[in-house]
Nanobody, 124 residues
């Protein structure tokens, strides 16, 4: 079992930056692919970014490439999502997820564990 707790979400102006954190506890953190998803009101949960556990391969959805960066610190059992140049369309609840498979999967149903989510609102 892995427990995930997100933090860092808040209201930010367009063009601003934000860093989300996800602290994990439970089983061996370093052996899980870690990812971020988001869900806007009335929309399906969407893959944002992921980092695999073995080679640290990073994968991003096209809409955030060049603006978002995922990173993990296995010593601190934490995964981060650094976001810059934020846009109103980035507004959503952001979820941290963990997957025992060593690859990135865009399908939320493939992931094993989820956090409760943190709200990010981009608005002036």
């Amino acid at each position: 079992q892995v427990q995930l707790v997100e933090s860092g979400g808040r209201l930010v102006q367009p063009g601003g930056s934000l860093r989300l954190s996800c602290a994990a506890s439970g089983r061996t953190f370093s052996r899980y692919t870690l990812g971020w998803f988001r869900q806007a009101p009335g929309k399906e949960r969407e893959f944002v970014a992921a980092i695999t556990w073995s080679a640290g391969v990073k994968n991003y959805v096209d809409s955030v490439k060049g603006r978002f960066t995922i990173a993990r610190n296995n010593a601190k059992n934490t995964v981060y999502l650094q976001m810059i140049s934020l846009k109103p369309e980035d507004t959503a609840v952001y979820y941290c997820a963990a997957d025992s498979q060593d690859n990135s999967d865009y399908d939320p149903s493939a992931w094993d564990y989820w956090g409760q989510g943190t709200q990010v609102t981009v608005s002036s």
